[in-house]
C-alpha cells in the first residue's frame, strides 16, 4: 500500500463525533499511566520496545492519549496518516518493534472506552479499529518512504553531513 | 501557495555542514564564527536564516527521529542557533521601516517557537516591526497584544498537532472580539506544512512553508 493509498483510507474514515473530547484531554495522564502499568506486567515488554525503553514508552502513551483527543475535536485524513506514520518511524528508530502497536493498540483502546461515555465508545472504537487494519501498512510505507524531515530538509537532499 | 523558496547554493550547504558539525562536537563558538565570518562576508542574513540555520534544524530533527542524536543534543543545538541568532540580529535592524507591523507567537501548550523566531527577524530585516511573544503564550495575552500593538498581521506557529484545535480557537476568539479591526492571520509550522488544507480550517488567512513564502503572502494580503 501507498501513502496516497492511506490517505484514501483515512478519508472513508468518519470524524469521531464525540461529546468527550474535554474528558479525554483532561483524563490523558490518567489513561496514558493505566495503559503503561499494563504493558509493563507483560513478560516480553523487552522484545516489544527494546531495552531501556519504559520512559520512552510512557511518553509515547501520554502524547497517545493527548493525540485522540486531539482527533476527538478536530479531524484531519492527511494529518492523521502523517502524524501516524511520523509516530511509528520515531519508535521504530528508538528500537520499538511492529509488536508493540498490535498489543498496544487494544490496550489503549480498552483503557480509553473505560472513560467515555457508551454513545461515544462506538465513535473512538472506528479509530482504533481504522489503526488496527492498517498499521502493517504503516510500518511497511515507513520503512519503504523518506521520511517527513527528509522530503522537507533541503541539507538532508545533499548527502552525509562530511 | 506557490513561491518556493530557492535551492540552497554550494556554499550554503558548506556552510551548513560545518555549522552542524561544530555544534555535534559541542563546538558553540565555532559554530558562532563560522556564521558571523559569513555575515562579514557580505551574506544577506535572510540567506543565512533560509538556507543554512533553517535547513540544519530541519536535520537536526532527522538525526533526532532516526535516533542519532538524543534530546539533549537537539536541545543544544536549537539554544546554540538561538544563540546565533541573536548575536546576527543586529544586522536585520539596519533597513528601512515599512510601517508594518508582526505580532507572532507560539500559543498553549507549544514548546517551539525557533520557527516563529526566524520568521519575526526576517520580517524585521524586510523593514517590518515585529512583536514576538515565544513560546506557550496563554490565548488572553494574544488578545490584549493586539489591542495594544494594532498589528497588521498576526503570525501564529504549530509544531503539533495537539495546538491546531487550540488555533481554531484563538482565531475564533480573535475574529469575535476584534470584529473589522482583525489583522490578518497566518498560520505555520509542522503541522500546516504536513496538511497545509488545515489552514482554510482553523480560519487562518494564509501559510507559508517557512518564512520567505510567509512574507510573500503577507505582501499580498496586507497591502
Same mark, same amino acid.
Given at each position: 500500500?501507498?501513502?496516497?493509498?492511506?490517505?484514501?483510507?483515512?478519508?472513508?474514515?468518519?470524524?469521531?463525533?464525540?461529546?468527550?473530547?474535554?474528558? &479525554?484531554?483532561?483524563?490523558?495522564?490518567?489513561?496514558?499511566?493505566?495503559?503503561?502499568?499494563?504493558?509493563?506486567?507483560?513478560?516480553?515488554?523487552?522484545?516489544?520496545?527494546?531495552?531501556?525503553?519504559?520512559?520512552?514508552?510512557?511518553?509515547?502513551?501520554?502524547?497517545?492519549?493527548? !493525540?485522540?483527543?486531539?482527533?476527538?475535536? &478536530?479531524?484531519?485524513?492527511?494529518?492523521?496518516?502523517?502524524?501516524?506514520?511520523?509516530?511509528?518511524?520515531? !519508535?521504530?528508530?528508538?528500537?520499538?518493534?511492529?509488536?508493540?502497536?498490535?498489543?498496544?493498540?487494544?490496550?489503549?483502546?480498552?483503557?480509553?472506552?473505560?472513560?467515555?461515555?457508551?454513545?461515544?465508545?462506538?465513535?473512538?472504537?472506528?479509530?482504533?479499529?481504522? &489503526?488496527?487494519?492498517?498499521?502493517?501498512?504503516?510500518?511497511?510505507?515507513?520503512?519503504?518512504?523518506?521520511?517527513?524531515?527528509?522530503?522537507?530538509?533541503?541539507?538532508?537532499?545533499?548527502?552525509?553531513?562530511? | 501557495?506557490?513561491?518556493?523558496?530557492?535551492?540552497?547554493?554550494?556554499?550554503?550547504?558548506?556552510?551548513?555542514?560545518? !555549522?552542524?558539525?561544530?555544534?555535534?562536537?559541542?563546538?558553540?563558538?565555532?559554530?558562532?564564527?563560522?556564521?558571523?565570518?559569513?555575515?562579514?562576508?557580505?551574506?544577506?542574513?535572510?540567506?543565512?536564516?533560509?538556507?543554512?540555520?533553517?535547513?540544519?534544524? !530541519?536535520?537536526?530533527?532527522?538525526?533526532?527521529?532516526?535516533?542519532?542524536?538524543?534530546?539533549?543534543?537537539?536541545?543544544?543545538?536549537?539554544?546554540?542557533?538561538?544563540?546565533?541568532?541573536?548575536?546576527?540580529?543586529?544586522?536585520?535592524?539596519t533597513s528601512k521601516r515599512n510601517g508594518k507591523?508582526?505580532?507572532?507567537?507560539?500559543?498553549?501548550?507549544?514548546?517551539?517557537?525557533?520557527?516563529?523566531?526566524?520568521?519575526?527577524?526576517?520580517?524585521?530585516?524586510?523593514?517590518?516591526?515585529?512583536?514576538?511573544?515565544?513560546?506557550?503564550?496563554?490565548?488572553a495575552s494574544f488578545l490584549s497584544a493586539i489591542?495594544?500593538?494594532?498589528?497588521?498581521?498576526?503570525?501564529?506557529?504549530?509544531?503539533?498537532?495537539?495546538?491546531?484545535?487550540?488555533?481554531?480557537?484563538?482565531?475564533?476568539?480573535i475574529r469575535t472580539k476584534m470584529k473589522k479591526?482583525?489583522?490578518?492571520?497566518?498560520?505555520?509550522?509542522?503541522?500546516?506544512?504536513?496538511?497545509?488544507?488545515?489552514?482554510?480550517?482553523?480560519?487562518?488567512?494564509?501559510?507559508?512553508?517557512?518564512?520567505?513564502?510567509?512574507?510573500?503572502?503577507?505582501?499580498?494580503?496586507?497591502?
Amino acid at each position: 500500500m501507498s501513502i496516497e493509498e492511506l490517505f484514501k483510507a483515512a478519508e472513508q474514515l468518519s470524524a469521531p463525533k464525540v461529546t468527550s473530547d474535554i474528558v &479525554l484531554k483532561e483524563q490523558a495522564e490518567i489513561m496514558a499511566s493505566l495503559l503503561t502499568a499494563r504493558l509493563l506486567k507483560r513478560d516480553d515488554l523487552e522484545e516489544l520496545i527494546g531495552p531501556g525503553n519504559e520512559g520512552v514508552m510512557e511518553n509515547n502513551h501520554l502524547n497517545h492519549f493527548k !493525540y485522540i483527543s486531539t482527533l476527538a475535536d &478536530l479531524y484531519d485524513p492527511k494529518s492523521f496518516v502523517e502524524t501516524v506514520l511520523w509516530v511509528v518511524r520515531t !519508535y521504530i528508530g528508538r528500537g520499538f518493534t511492529p509488536k508493540y502497536w498490535k498489543v498496544m493498540l487494544p490496550e489503549a483502546q480498552s483503557v480509553i472506552l473505560g472513560h467515555l461515555a457508551k454513545e461515544d465508545s462506538v465513535q473512538i472504537q472506528t479509530i482504533y479499529t481504522w &489503526l488496527e487494519k492498517y498499521i502493517d501498512d504503516f510500518v511497511q510505507i515507513s520503512r519503504d518512504t523518506t521520511s517527513f524531515y527528509e522530503r522537507i530538509g533541503p541539507l538532508t537532499r545533499t548527502g552525509d553531513n562530511d | 501557495m506557490t513561491e518556493v523558496s530557492r535551492d540552497m547554493k554550494p556554499e550554503e550547504i558548506k556552510l551548513a555542514k560545518t !555549522y552542524l558539525n561544530h555544534l555535534l562536537q559541542a563546538r558553540r563558538q565555532d559554530a558562532l564564527l563560522c556564521i558571523v565570518e559569513s555575515i562579514k562576508n557580505g551574506t544577506p542574513l535572510k540567506d543565512i536564516y533560509l538556507h543554512v540555520l533553517q535547513p540544519v534544524m !530541519y536535520e537536526v530533527g532527522r538525526l533526532w527521529q532516526i535516533n542519532q542524536i538524543d534530546i539533549a543534543v537537539e536541545h543544544y543545538i536549537t539554544a546554540a542557533t538561538q544563540l546565533t541568532m541573536a548575536h546576527v540580529f543586529p544586522h536585520a535592524m539596519t533597513s528601512k521601516r515599512n510601517g508594518k507591523k508582526l505580532v507572532g507567537g507560539c500559543l498553549g501548550s507549544e514548546l517551539h517557537e525557533l520557527g516563529l523566531h526566524m520568521l519575526c527577524d526576517i520580517y524585521e530585516a524586510d523593514g517590518w516591526d515585529t512583536y514576538f511573544m515565544g513560546a506557550v503564550t496563554p490565548d488572553a495575552s494574544f488578545l490584549s497584544a493586539i489591542e495594544e500593538q494594532r498589528p497588521d498581521l498576526l503570525c501564529l506557529s504549530v509544531t503539533m498537532m495537539f495546538g491546531v484545535p487550540e488555533t481554531r480557537d484563538l482565531i475564533t476568539s480573535i475574529r469575535t472580539k476584534m470584529k473589522k479591526n482583525c489583522p490578518k492571520i497566518l498560520v505555520g509550522g509542522l503541522s500546516f506544512i504536513m496538511s497545509p488544507h488545515l489552514v482554510t480550517v482553523v480560519g487562518a488567512d494564509g501559510t507559508g512553508k517557512d518564512a520567505q513564502q510567509a512574507l510573500n503572502v503577507a505582501s499580498r494580503l496586507v497591502a
